[in-house]
């Protein structure tokens, strides 16, 4: 069994910061791809970042300059980092993880998501 468990969404003004943390927990053999997405009301859900077990990130063009990725792979856990927010980025944030375990190969797996939400 594999969990996902994502923390550190909330209210903030514009222009201010969040940090969204997800920690992966379970019968884990290995973690390759982990990456945040992110749905709005009335929107399909959209890759906001992504980073690969050896640290290659890619950020969607909205974000980029502002939103960072990192994992700490001693701890599984990914983090995104949000700077100079903006009401558009209002949203339920996912965590995803492609996790390989003893007896699967590898399969996605999702976090409950985390609400941000920015104020104007």
């Known amino acids: 069994q594999v969990q996902l468990v994502e923390s550190g969404g909330g ?11 997800c920690v992966v927990s379970g019968s884990i053999f290995n973690i390759n791809f982990m990456g945040w997405y992110r749905q709005a009301p009335g929107k399909q ?8 077990s050896g640290g290659s990130t890619n950020l969607s063009d909205s974000v980029k300059g502002r939103f960072t990725i990192s994992r700490d792979n001693a701890r599984n856990t990914v983090y995104l980092q949000m700077n100079s927010l903006k009401p558009e980025d209002t949203a339920v944030y996912y965590c995803n993880a492609a996790v390989g375990t003893p007896l699967v190969r590898s399969r996605d797996y999702w976090g409950q998501g985390t609400q941000v939400t920015v104020s104007s």
């Open 11 to 21: 209210l903030v003004q514009a222009g201010g910061s969040l940090r969204l943390s």
């Open 45 to 52: 859900r959209e890759l906001v970042a992504a980073i690969t």
